[in-house]
């Protein structure tokens, strides 16, 4: 065995003679004990196998069920081959796309969708009161007050973003908080 | 026998492909692409824990720690610029600032009766020292391409033999002998300061 060969072995496997490959093995020691610059270089090895040693890579099926479900998280509950261009999913994007050239600062984000969901809440439930108000008065629904109570309290300034939430009414952006 | 300034160009090189690679990425999360993300979060979520647990010490912490990273980068990926570490050290800034975030946290809750009356500072000393090589060592190991990541793990990591790496790769005993040098010459590039500090004759070579 050369001393090159000797290095592409301590390369591959490290310094640990024990996983040498056996038909190797035999060869490598008495290169060792011939070479001065074998031993160098196996003391190189296995000051790398020490430092390699130090960390202690996470349990591959935890790191597995952690991997999905980030992934699930992010919006989708399965992948695609995104090589097949036609078939690619996209997840839905949580965050508004902006015109180019017109990134807001994100300081700003949280109060331009508070207004933007305000709006939109005070609108739906204008329509919803106007339509039961109609139903009422022509007597085609016997409806009680309190549903007309909630759609004007969801409606209101002061509604929180979690009573939205328990809505069903969407809030875009709720997470785009600055980084 | 090569150099060890060939193995450094080796590595500049294969750091300015991840640079590459994490940029197109970048650009397919920006589409919304989610197998680009399941790549990305296979690539750093290793490296993520390891930093996050170093500082936290609580698995599950530093589990939701590296989680909300990820999520957030995918989240922003539309508005990010990266530079030439590409996704890295953007998100080992997330981790750090989340983790910071969790420490002050338990600050608040924190019991005097917890803090050990002898404190053990040698032990702990060495441990902190392992730690930070066994982060420096995830930070090597997410440099390297799947393949040669998952055949060093399987064969140094876990102690499989070479033939149960090939069959677990599909490829052959060659080919594995292949992958695990290539990765092991990267291993040692990058994390050649580690190595040779122990190395005392060497230490105060040029």
Same mark, same amino acid.
């Given at each position: ?179 | ?8 160009? #080796?590595?500049?090189? =294969?750091?300015?492909?991840? $640079? +590459?690679? !994490?940029?197109?990425?970048? *650009?397919?999360? @920006? &589409? ?68 910071? #975030?969790?420490?002050? =946290?338990?600050?608040?809750? $924190? +019991?005097? !009766?917890?803090?050990?009356? *002898?404190?053990? @500072? &040698? ?78 004759? +060497?230490? !105060?070579?040029?």
């Amino acid at each position: 065995m050369t001393l090159e060969e000797f290095g592409d072995l301590l390369d591959a496997y490290g310094g640990e003679a024990a996983r040498w490959p056996d038909e190797r093995r035999a060869a490598a020691e008495r290169l060792l004990a011939s070479s001065s610059e074998a031993a160098g270089l196996l003391a190189e090895a296995r000051a790398l196998d020490r430092v390699l040693a130090t960390y202690q890579p996470p349990d591959r099926e935890r790191l597995s069920t952690l991997a999905d479900r980030i992934v699930a998280a992010a919006g989708s509950t399965h992948t695609v081959d995104s090589s097949a261009a036609e078939n690619v999913v996209q997840f839905p994007r949580r965050q508004e796309a902006l015109p180019a050239g017109s990134a807001a600062p994100r300081a700003e984000a949280p109060r331009r969708m508070s207004a933007r969901r305000g709006q939109s809440g005070w609108q739906a439930a204008a329509a919803l009161v106007a339509s039961l108000a109609f139903g009422i008065s022509v007597g085609l629904a016997d409806l009680t007050p309190s549903p007309l109570a909630a759609l004007a309290e969801l409606a209101s300034p002061g509604t929180t973003d979690a009573e939205y939430a328990l809505s069903g009414l969407q809030i875009d952006g709720m997470d785009e908080e600055a980084i | 026998m090569r150099t060890m300034l060939a193995r450094a160009g #080796d590595h500049g090189q =294969a750091a300015l492909s991840q $640079a +590459v690679e !994490d940029g197109q990425l970048l *650009v397919r999360l @920006a &589409a919304g692409d989610s197998a680009a993300f399941r790549l990305v979060v296979q690539r750093y979520l290793p490296l993520l824990l390891t930093v996050a647990r170093r500082t936290l010490r609580d698995e599950t912490e530093a589990e939701d720690v590296a989680q909300e990273a990820l999520l957030r980068l995918w989240r922003n990926a539309g508005d990010l610029e990266l530079g030439p570490g590409g996704f890295k050290p953007w998100l080992r800034r997330v981790v750090g600032n989340l983790c910071i #975030d969790r420490v002050r =946290a338990r600050r608040h809750m $924190a +019991v005097v !009766d917890e803090v050990p009356e *002898v404190p053990e @500072a &040698a032990t702990q000393e060495t441990s902190l020292v392992e730690q930070d090589l066994s982060v420096r060592v995830a930070d090597a190991l997410a440099t390297l391409p799947e393949r040669q990541r998952l055949a060093v793990t399987l064969f140094h990591f876990e102690g499989q033999g070479q033939g149960e790496v090939a069959q677990r790769l599909g490829i052959s005993e060659e080919a594995v002998e292949s992958l695990l040098a290539r990765a092991r010459r990267s291993l040692k590039a990058e994390l050649k300061d580690e190595w040779r500090e122990l190395l005392p004759d +060497v230490r !105060d070579a040029p």
